[in-house]
C-alpha cells in the first residue's frame, strides 16, 4: 500500500510533471488547492479551471478551498514586502499541513518545488516547520528538474500559462 500523500498545486502547468514524478516512486498523490495569493479573480478563476480539468483528465482526487479573498492574502503581507513570499508559503502550506493532519494523510508536499523561480530552501523549511506543528509527514522531493518538460507538456496540452507568480506585487513586477 502507498502513502496517502496530499499534494497541495499551485497551478496545473506545475502539477504536471510533479504527478508524474511521485507516480514513478509508486505514489497517487491526492490533489489540493489553497491559493488566496493569485490575483486578480479572473486569473484566480482561470488557474483554478485549468488545475481542475487537468485533475478530472488524470482521474486524480482532489479537495478544493475555494477561498478567494484579496483583502485576507494582501492584510497578511501588507507593509512587508520584502518577506512576502515566505509569508505567502506560509499561508498556503500551513493549510495544507493542517487539512492532511484533518484528513488523516501519512504526507504533503507542494508543486512550488517545482519552480526555479520559487525559494526553494524557504519553501522546504516552511514545510518542515508545518509538519512538525500539525504533526504530519513532509515529503520531500526536488521536483524542479522537471520544469522545463512540466512546461512544455502544459503547453502541448493547452493549458493556461501565466505570466506571474500570483500576487498584485509579482504581477506589476512582470511589466
Given amino acids: 500500500m502507498s502513502m496517502k500523500l496530499l499534494l497541495h498545486c499551485c ?30 479573480i479572473n486569473e484566480y478563476e482561470s488557474r483554478r479551471d485549468c488545475f481542475l480539468n487537468f485533475a478530472k483528465e488524470e482521474k486524480l482526487e482532489t479537495s478544493v478551498i475555494d477561498e478567494y479573498s484579496m483583502e485576507y492574502f ?52 516552511i514545510s518542515r516547520e508545518c509538519s512538525a506543528k500539525y504533526g504530519v509527514g513532509f515529503y520531500y522531493m526536488d521536483f524542479r528538474r522537471f520544469f522545463k518538460e512540466s512546461q512544455a507538456s502544459a503547453r502541448a496540452r493547452g493549458f493556461y500559462m501565466q505570466k506571474y507568480c500570483g500576487c ?6 512582470k511589466k
Fill in 11 to 40: 497551478c496545473a502547468p506545475c502539477s504536471i510533471s510533479s504527478v508524474i514524478a511521485l507516480r514513478g516512486n509508486g505514489i497517487e498523490p491526492h490533489l489540493f488547492w489553497y491559493n488566496q495569493n493569485i490575483h486578480p
Fill in 168 to 173: 498584485t506585487n509579482s504581477y506589476e513586477e
Fill in 74 to 125: 494582501t492584510e497578511a503581507v501588507c507593509g512587508k514586502p520584502e518577506s512576502r513570499c515566505f509569508l505567502c508559503y506560509r499561508i498556503r502550506l500551513e493549510k495544507t499541513a493542517a487539512f492532511a493532519k484533518e484528513n488523516n494523510f501519512g504526507a504533503f508536499t507542494t508543486t512550488l518545488l517545482i519552480s526555479p523561480y520559487q525559494d526553494h530552501d524557504a519553501i522546504v523549511q
